[in-house]
């Protein structure tokens, strides 16, 4: 399991992202949106202002680091979905 560019930008911009921790908050609340795959679209400011601070390899490594802490999240859950079903078949 993993995010494209698109959600990683997105959760980086619009979460104001200090750290991956603020990106993954903003892809939790927000995974259920219609838009949430759609490319996010600034209107209104000159398009130079609307880039982040960022680097493009910085973004990269954001949305690998973001794609991997989601993985490990989603393992963890398979392993506590595993053991609770198998409490149900032991009851």
Request: aromatic share 6%; charged share 40%.
């Amino acid at each position: 399991m993993g995010f494209g560019k698109i959600v990683s930008d997105k959760a980086c911009f619009l979460s104001k992202a200090q750290s991956i921790d603020d990106a993954l908050k903003w892809i939790e609340a927000h995974d259920q949106d219609s838009d949430f795959n759609e490319e996010l679209v600034i209107t209104g400011i000159n398009n130079q202002e609307s880039k982040q601070k960022r680097t493009k390899e910085e973004i990269e490594a954001l949305a690998k680091e973001l794609s991997k802490i989601q993985h490990e999240k989603f393992i963890q859950k398979e392993k506590e979905s595993t053991v609770d079903q198998e409490k149900y078949r032991i009851k």
